[in-house]
């Protein structure tokens, strides 16, 4: 005879199963509400063009609709009947291989949003180098074409065909550690490892438009988080900091991200980046590199001054006259033009394009930020890996220590310059080496930082 339950036990599972029946309730309630906003926004079309003009994130649509018009149709890729795989380029990186790498990305969310296949493969198998300045743009974009993906899988009229995008054959164990401590494994698929010799800093993402936190707030918060990052880096390799260089650290770091907001025309700020110590049984002193990026899409430099919107119409004129100067020289050419100038120009002190009535204080940041962490690397004459890039526009600009910033008086004020040339001048024509036009436009300014760091060096 089977056993009567205890009348107590018999309510509590009643309750369970009532509480049970109002959750699935309440979230089928949400779901219809989820389905009747999608369709009211899509009206009556459902088509995929029209969840692209209505859904697609600002960065996916500025980046396939303004960068994506320069590039040629990426080419190592197979059609498979389980999908699409892609190898990515051997040499991934926007310093050295700007053209494919970012082929390479369009392609890849562009055949991602047309919706024709089940599953994506990107085939590293070729890979030999992974640089941060590519990964963070696939990162950026891949997360922003999810978040699209996802939002058409919430109305069952509009739901993608794509179930899975992954990587294979990562061979390289040295690409296996950026994927894997900061990379999209790590950041979309959850997957990350830890590796003794690398401190990863994560993908960071500001929203100026849609952060909860005030900008100041999550300014301070971000670079708190980044100067911290620095200084775990640091003691893998015995070395610290001293308390002036933590503070003079964390107010360029500070500048260069409200820069890198600021001088935006979208409202995205990326940075990521990490420390590797090196072990070489050769050398007696521990020593290591420091990467860093930090990226934003939209308008870049040029096209920011360039705007009639700029705010700050005395820069521009300054500017204006220095192309004039430039022209009259005949110091313009096919490997340096004016998108260059005025990029160079925009980076000395006391340059920016805000409002001087509204940031009196501010053109600071980006001189600053550079000198700093020039002031981390190895003290050592024959450092040949410390290097700073800055890609804008058309634009790419390296600082590896060859030219100094230099301090120039004019009238009672001094400032930092760095002009890329022997007279200290910026009226004449900078080193072709160090700032020069790239054919392949990028959207936006990315700014990529590898700095060498020995243990002996105190700083």
């Keep these: 005879m089977k056993k009567e339950l205890p009348f107590s036990i018999i309510i509590k599972r009643f309750k369970r199963k009532l509480k049970s029946k109002q959750k699935k309730k309440e979230k089928r309630f949400k779901i219809l509400l989820s ?7 899509l009206g009556e079309d459902n088509s995929l063009r029209n969840q692209l003009d209505r859904w697609l994130p600002e960065t996916v649509k500025y980046f396939i609709n303004v960068a994506g018009q320069n590039f040629l149709p990426y080419k ?10 892609i190898s990515i380029p051997k040499d991934f990186c926007l310093n050295t291989n700007i053209k494919t790498s970012l082929s ?13 296949y089940k599953a994506i493969t990107i085939d590293y198998s070729k890979c030999k180098s992974i640089d941060l300045s590519a990964q963070i743009c696939l990162d950026a974009l891949l997360i922003d074409t999810l978040k699209f993906i996802r939002k058409r899988d919430r109305y069952f009229k509009t739901r993608s065909r794509i179930k899975s995008i992954g990587g294979e054959n990562i061979e390289n164990f040295d690409v296996r550690k950026i994927l894997f401590s900061i990379g999209s494994p790590a950041i979309i698929n959850k997957k990350s490892y830890e590796f003794p010799d690398i401190v990863p800093y994560h993908l960071c993402i500001h929203n100026k438009e849609s952060e909860s936190l005030k900008n100041s707030r999550r300014k301070e918060l971000d670079t708190t988080n980044l100067v911290q990052h620095v200084i775990d880096s640091l003691v893998l390799i015995n070395k610290e900091l001293s308390q002036d260089s933590i503070e003079d650290l964390s107010t360029v770091i500070g500048e260069i991200l409200i820069n890198a907001e600021e001088h935006s025309s979208l409202n995205q700020r990326y940075s990521t980046g990490y420390f590797q110590k090196i072990d070489n049984p050769n050398l007696d002193k521990a020593f290591g590199i420091y990467h860093l990026v930090i990226l934003n899409f939209g308008s870049s430099i040029y096209e920011i001054f360039k705007s009639p919107d700029c705010k700050n119409l005395q820069n521009v004129e300054k500017m204006h006259i220095l192309s004039e100067k430039y022209t009259q020289k005949k110091l313009f050419s096919k490997t340096f033009h004016e998108g ?55 634009t790419n600009i ?7 910033i230099i301090d120039k008086t004019v009238g009672k004020d001094t400032f930092k310059v760095m002009t890329f040339n022997k ?21 936006g300014t990315i700014i990529t930082a590898k700095i060498l760091i020995t243990e002996n060096d105190f700083i």
């Design 423 to 443: 007279s200290g001048n910026i009226e004449d024509r900078p080193d072709g080496k160090f700032v020069k036009k790239i054919n392949t436009f990028f959207p």
């Design 76 to 85: 190592d890729l197979e059609f498979t009947p389980k999908g699409l795989t």
């Design 398 to 404: 390296l600082f590896d220590g060859s030219y100094d």
């Design 340 to 394: 260059s100038l005025w990029t160079l120009y925009s980076l000395q002190e006391g340059i920016t394009s805000t409002s001087p009535l509204e940031f009196k204080k501010r053109g600071n940041g980006s001189i600053r930020f550079i000198e700093s962490f020039f002031n981390l690397r190895s003290s050592n004459d024959k450092d040949k890996i410390s290097r700073l890039n800055i890609i804008s526009g058309n």
């Design 104 to 116: 390479f990305i369009n392609t890849l969310v562009q055949f991602i949003l047309t919706d024709n």
């Design 35 to 41: 389905h009747i906003a999608l369709k009211n926004d």
